[in-house]
């Protein structure tokens, strides 16, 4: 049996013949260098999710630090890969075994040691980009800890199945359609759901924050160029997830003050019978129908279990 | 006190006693899928009535007229039935009855013909045929509603299903490929080969092993009559305030998802106790296989994390049925709990899904490499440490849904330290590679195709644990892209290598190889074009599994619809080949094709019942290609009164003795 045939000369593998360590490296630097240049400076201002909003821009920036890790480490693999596969083939005619090696140490610490550098540094990187970027534009929770100074401009995103709606508290509480943000200054995105989990994804300003119902999400962005912007749920929520997207502008402070206040005026009707603005809601409590609820005698359990349709299904 | 010590019996699989014999019946009363079927469709019945009469008082579903109870009771009774019409439940009363158990019709001579691959077979190598084609019946399945997916996104407005169809075949291809793709390297490889590489002449819990199986195809089955019903439109997640207020298909997905559940602890339970407890003499920890290593880290995994889903799904199926609240939040309950309990499971799934693979490549290249595996204990630890690790990295799914933002450095830190013990595996593969004598073989082929890809995939994976970064790519088709590269580049390839490697072994037949380098080079460069550009298409804006998406990306998309037919085309060739040389040319292949030293390699092909006619004593590692005078790896005729030496401590001076 070929396994069980002693190799010729066992300890002359290890030295003899060209420096494939060298070849290998050789090949694999240019390559690192010109990948690396070519990402940074030629793709890296074209990579999503692009400029328009503070958060956008610190994820563009991310992704092309990370580019620029991971093109090396790629090219190294597939460098030695390829070398491997073109220079120690089994040629025609050869039985032989290779040379027996079971492992290097000094090569097994050095990778070791790389790759732990590689995802430390990575991680440090990674934590200082959330940190200074007030939660990267995504989802803080309802108590964000990373939050940039002074007031920013707040909206409310309730999504239900299926499209998203906006209101403005620091405008009177108005609820629209339309999602028109000012430009160069800090908004807060507080995401609530009414039904189950969906996800505001506004794309391009690099916003990304799951509306969970019962609890509220909230997100940071500064808007830094004026322009529309897409914005998708990209949490599956049911039938039409693929349908439930809009669009949202971002246009100069004086435009967005003097679109909030015609919007407040035309919508004080309509605001007056919403419920109070709050971080959350209960779609399933609507006070007239708690009301009429009551009169008819079936307003709690009073003590009881509850009938059993009566349990709510959100 | 005297203990009454017995002199050992003679026994069978599963504890049968010789003596005791089987009544000669024939065949439609013998258990079988005939009646396991029959059991299903009483069970059913039985099931939809208690649930009919005991739960008409719970609410009502829409245009119909039936509630979740009848639906769920029906499917838990069916799968009762099912078990008890394959003679599950039968030894197991005999033995409460203290009646004997007659010993498996299997080990005799005379069943050697297709009906046992029918049965409820003791035999795990029975059990491993079994399971190979039910997961390629599954994988293919799930294909098919992969190209029904990909033919949709053909245009963004002009639609081929509606808006639900659609989303149900999305809810069924991610949930077959994720819920049974679990098993298709642990199910085929683990069960038929882990005894024989570790030289067992059986596995440790039969029953248990045979019953892993024979809940897949319940499982399989009641996912997909979730179509029947209407379908579920949460995708393979299940995120709860959705899949309760899904119609009745939620109860498909509830419940075949348990099931599989229960079936990868029973699958995983077994090669744990395999691996640990049968090992012949003289296979130390040191000498066992990388495959070995791999499935009992998965199985690990598997017992572990399965648990976790088990309970999720049975509080899903208790909301919808008996109207519990643990996530509707206006109850008290929360949404955030399920999917804490998913991803719990979740993350380490997704390494259920990889270590095999890893475990497959690694056990490979050796032998066409003709080295020794580089580094064999950073292997070993490569794949204990991911399956250590993969227990905390499960909030990286949930980076942006609010919860514990504070951790969110502490995931990203575990999840990207996973990538180190990840890098070992390639470590390893580029030490094994260093001057090696490579033969590209069809196997091999699948097996760099697997280091190919599942280098994409990680590599953009470390890019999804970063917060910023993900922030952009959660959720969207970049995400579907990755996992995609590490499931079907790095875990299907990983099987389709160990198809080709094994099934000589396993069958004792030989795959058509040129047929197979066709397979390997239209699957991968089709792969490739398929999913590369999806890492755009999700950088671009676009989320999973939506049925319309922006006009401008869909060059891209049609792009990828059209390789992914041809991807589909490429699995028809594998298809053929397998029917074609297993069923009609049948060439034999008895030997030891890949000149490989793995012990499962010197018992003959396929392995006769028993695998070993005595237990081996293993003299040295599995991967000693090259090495100068080193000895075979077992000894498969250890002369008498070796064992009990081996037993004594030095198995190797045993033997040479």
Known sequence: MAAATPAATPAAGADAGPSHGLRIFSIWLPLAVIADLLIWIVWGPHLPPGAMSSSASNQQFDIKVMAVLAAPVMLFVLTYFSYALITWRQREGDTEDGPPLHGNTRVQASWITITAGIVLSLFVFGTVELVSSHGAGAGEGPSPIWKPGGTPLQVQVIAQQWKFTYRYPQFGGFETTQLVLPEGQWVAFNVTSLDV????????????????????????????????????????????????FDYGRVVSPSAFRSWADATRVQLAAVTKIL???????DPTVIPQLNKA?????????????????????? | MAIEIQPEKVQGPGGGDPAAGRPSRPWWLRPAVHTAVLGAVIGYVVGHWLGNFLGSNYQQLPLSDSSDMPIVLGYLLAVVGWLAGLGVFNDPLRQMAGRPIPVEEEDAAAASGLARYFRYSLDHKVVGIQYLVGMIIYFCTAGLFAMAIRTELLSPVHHVFSSSTYIEIVGEHGTMMMMLMTSVIVGPFGNFLVPIMI?????????????????????????????????FPFGWTGYAPLSIQAGPGADSYAIAFGLMGISIILAGFNIIVTVICYRAPGMRWSRLPMFVWSMLATSVLMVLAAPVLVGGMYMIITDRTVQTAFFTDQLGGSSYLY???????????????????????????PVFCRKPLFGYKTAAAGMVGVAVLSFFVW???????????????????????????????YLVAMGTFWKAKIRFTVPMLFALGMYFNFLIGGISGVFLSDVPADTTEHGSFFVMAHFHYTIMGGLIF????????????????????TLGKIHFWTMFIFFNATFLPLFAVGMAGQPRRVFEYASN??????????????????????????????????????????QSRGLEWQVPSPPPPGNFERVPVVLSGPYEYGTPGAPPVADLYPPAGVISAAYAGSPTAGAEA
Request: include cysteine; aromatic fraction near 16%; hydrophobic fraction near 45%.
């Open chain 2, 199 to 231: 030289g067992a002449k059986r596995v440790a819990f039969p029953r248990i092993e045979a019953l892993s199986f024979w809940l897949t195809p319940c499982a399989f089955l009641i996912l997909f009559s979730g179509l029947f019903l209407g379908g």
């Open chain 2, 553 to 594: 990306l869909q060059t891209i998309n049609d792009w990828v619809s059209i390789s992914s037919f041809c991807l589909g085309g490429s699995i028809l060739i594998f298809i053929i080949n397998f029917v074609w040389s297993t069923g009609i040319v049948r060439e034999r292949e008895v030997g030891n094709p890949w």
């Open chain 2, 395 to 425: 909030q990286h799914h949930l980076f942006d849904s609010g919860i514990n933002p504070d951790m969110r450095p502490l995931f990203m830190l575990t999840t990207e330290l996973i990538s180190i013990p990840t890098g070992f595996i």
């Open chain 1, 197 to 244: 989990i969906h996800s505001f994804w506004a794309y391009q300003l690099g916003v990304k924050a799951d509306a969970n119902p019962g609890s509220d999400n909230v997100a940071y962005t500064k808007p830094e160029l004026q322009g529309r912007f897409v914005v998708r749920c990209s949490e599956l929520c049911g039938l039409w997830h693929g349908a439930m």
């Open chain 2, 494 to 513: 990983a099987f389709m290598a160990g198809v080709y490697y094994w099934l000589p072994k396993m069958m004792g037949i030989k795959l058509n190889q």
């Open chain 1, 293 to 314: 609820l009551v009169k008819a005698g079936i307003g709690g359990a009073n003590g009881y279990y509850y009938p059993p349709q009566d349990p709510v299904q959100p």
């Open chain 1, 275 to 281: 419920p109070p603005y709050a971080t959350t809601y």
């Open chain 2, 339 to 365: 999917q804490n309990l998913f991803w719990f499971f979740g993350h380490p799934e997704v390494y259920i899904l990889a270590l095999p693979g890893f475990g497959i490549v690694s056990e490979i290249i």
